[in-house]
C-alpha cells in the first residue's frame, strides 16, 4: 500500500527547533517530489514548502522562508523538516505530500498531490 | 503571490440535489509555454487528511466519482457535484500550481441539509 507517515511533532517553545519526518511506503521515493502543507487549527490550508525528486531544487513560503529547511533522504526513503526559530503562528498539523506526474496527450507531466500522510501535529507555546 | 478566493464559503446541499463551488484566482493559470492551467481540487473530509479531487482543472482523480466535474480558464473555475452524497461532506479547497507559493483558497465547507 502507498502510504506517508509523518512524525516529529509536539509541544514546542517559541524560539525552539523541532524536525518533522515524513516515512514514505510502497513506492520509489526517489522518484518523486514532495510538498509539506499545515493547516492551523481550525483554519485552511497553506502550502509550506516542496523538494524536487534530485533535491536540488527547493521552495518556502515567504512565511518559513529562513527559518524552515527541507530535505529527503533516499537511502530511507524520508522526507523531513527542520523548522527553527518556531512562534506560536506556526502553531498547525503538519502533512507531507507527494506530487504525482500524470502524463498527458502532449507527453508532458502535470503535477498533483495523490497522496497525504495523516498529518502531525506542532504546538508552539510557552 | 497568488490569491484564490472561493465562494460561496458555506454550502447547505440536500443529498440529490446539485452543488457548484466557484474559485477565481488574482492571475491567469494558464501557462502560456506548456499550454497546462495550474489549479486542483481538493477535499478534507472531517478528520481526515485532504485527498486530490481534480488536477489541471478537469481531470478526476483515481477513484474519483464522475459526479464530481471541474471547469474553467484563466482566473475562473467551478467544481460541480451533479447529485450530493452524504459522504461529500467536508471542505473542499482550489489551488494554484502555476508558480511558487502555491496558495489555496480558503476553503469552501459543503453541508448536508
Known amino acids: 500500500e502507498v502510504q506517508l507517515v509523518e512524525s516529529g511533532g509536539g509541544l514546542v517553545k517559541p524560539g525552539g527547533s523541532v524536525r518533522l519526518s515524513c516515512a514514505g511506503f510502497?513506492?520509489?521515493?526517489?522518484?518523486?517530489?514532495f510538498n509539506w502543507v499545515r493547516q492551523a487549527p481550525g483554519k485552511g490550508l497553506e502550502w509550506v514548502s516542496s523538494?524536487?525528486?534530485?533535491?536540488?531544487?527547493?521552495y518556502y513560503a515567504d512565511s518559513v522562508k529562513g527559518r524552515f529547511s527541507i530535505s529527503r533522504d533516499e537511502a530511507n526513503s524520508s522526507l523531513f523538516l527542520q523548522m527553527n526559530s518556531l512562534r506560536a503562528e506556526d502553531t498547525a498539523v503538519y502533512y507531507c505530500?507527494?506530487?504525482?506526474?500524470?502524463?498527458?496527450?502532449?507527453?508532458?507531466?502535470?503535477?498533483?498531490?495523490?497522496?497525504w500522510g495523516q498529518g502531525t501535529t506542532v504546538t508552539v507555546s510557552s | 503571490e497568488i490569491v484564490m478566493t472561493q465562494t460561496p464559503l458555506s454550502l447547505p446541499v440536500t443529498p440529490g440535489e446539485p452543488a457548484s463551488i466557484s474559485c477565481s484566482s488574482s492571475?491567469?493559470?494558464?501557462?502560456?509555454?506548456?499550454?497546462?492551467?495550474?489549479l486542483d481540487w481538493y477535499l478534507q473530509k472531517p478528520g481526515q487528511s485532504p485527498h486530490l479531487l481534480i488536477y489541471?482543472?478537469?481531470y478526476r482523480a483515481s477513484g474519483i466519482p464522475d459526479r464530481f466535474s471541474g471547469s474553467g480558464s484563466g482566473t475562473h473555475f467551478t467544481l460541480k457535484i451533479t447529485r450530493v452524497e452524504a459522504e461529500d461532506v467536508g471542505v473542499f479547497y482550489c489551488?494554484?500550481?502555476?508558480?511558487?507559493?502555491?496558495?489555496f483558497g480558503q476553503g469552501t465547507r459543503l453541508e448536508i441539509k
Open positions: 489541471k482543472v478537469s
Open positions: 505530500a507527494r506530487d504525482y506526474p500524470f502524463s498527458s496527450v502532449s507527453g508532458d507531466y502535470y503535477y498533483g498531490m495523490d497522496v
Open positions: 523538494i524536487s525528486s534530485s533535491g536540488i531544487f527547493k
Open positions: 489551488m494554484q500550481r502555476i508558480k511558487f507559493p502555491f496558495t
Open positions: 492571475q491567469s493559470l494558464l501557462d502560456s509555454d506548456d499550454g497546462n492551467t495550474y
Open positions: 510502497g513506492f520509489t521515493f526517489s522518484s518523486y517530489t
